[in-house]
């Protein structure tokens, strides 16, 4: 494993990333500094504990997909790639292969976890994953946060098939539920839905309806706009004094 570690401007410069506690921040580096050479950590815990960060400060990278979890206690930094490029000669391949086969490159080179959209491969894999968690019970295993099923039950406008939709939440992965939970908001300025064909929350997870094109309705696009645009200039204005 190097001694040496780099950081892209194009990840640690993003609002995202800059918005997170300082504490969060902290982490992450030190994460990356102590990643093997294709971005897996073994023992986060250890290094939580060594700087004093809380659990709050991982679940903020978790939840801001700035790094992926496994349940083996494992994770490992999504953006490694972009972050790293090492030469062949001194390149050591990772010994987390188990937790490397759960994942896929995307063509922006950042790690993304492999989502099983059959319902009974998921059912199966979690039970495999609880099983083992509880035969290797371990004080350095990550405790991944979930949203639960009422942050999208209370804000989904129809409120039909509540017991058969909470089963189809249970059954999503993190980075699908905060998709569904930034959508949402989104759709009230969408044509369909101001006219009332709204589908049943059932039927909108199915349908994956969070990934359909936002059309929006004329009346209300401007008003969409023009909070964009204040939400900007806002930023711009606390950057400014935050820099004088």
Known sequence: MANKRMFSLDIVDTDAFLDMPQTS???????????????????????????????????????????????????VIKHWLIHNTIRMDRFHSTNYTEEKNNLI????KAYKLIEITDGCQVVAKLATQVKLSKDNISKDKIDVPSIPFNDFWSIYPKKVGKGNTEKLWKNLSLEVKSKILDDIPRRQYDDK????????????????????????????????????????????????????
């Open 105 to 108: 490159l995307k063509d922006n």
């Open 193 to 244: 839905w101001l006219n009332g064909f709204i589908k049943d929350p059932e039927r909108y997870i199915k349908s994956r309806q969070w990934e359909d094109e936002l059309i929006p309705s004329k009346s209300k696009l401007n008003i969409y706009r023009n909070k964009t645009e204040t939400n900007i200039i806002e930023k711009l204005k606390a950057k400014t004094i935050s820099n004088e």
């Open 25 to 75: 921040q902290l982490l992450y580096f030190h994460l990356a500094m102590r990643a093997d050479d294709e971005g897996f950590i073994g023992n986060p815990k250890r290094i939580m504990r060594m700087i004093g960060a809380g659990d709050d400060d991982i679940k903020v990278l978790i939840t801001k997909k700035f790094i992926i979890p496994f349940e083996s206690g494992v994770c």
